[in-house]
């Protein structure tokens, strides 16, 4: 039980949230899940984020579980170069 708390772990699930909520709704935008929907269409591209999001912090649950700390040390180089190269390609979007 203490490996899900380490704080690599931690730092783990919350950059797969946040990664996987970026992706999710800037896909969804991307492929016009909102067009033509007046007001909702932020709510159904959020929801799509959102749904993105809880799956991979699911998913992230079993991968501490199953995964050596080697692995995920690089996991989360990998989801915070990740994270910057969205921010950035969004910003100057």
Known sequence: MKKYFKLYNIIFYLQSLILFFLLG????AYAGAGKDQGLAASSIV???GFITAI???ISSVFIVKF???KVIMRLNIFFILSIIIIFVLLLYR
């Open 25 to 28: 709704t800037s896909l969804s």
């Open 46 to 48: 959020l929801g799509y």
């Open 55 to 57: 799956f991979a912090v």
């Open 67 to 69: 995964g050596k700390e």
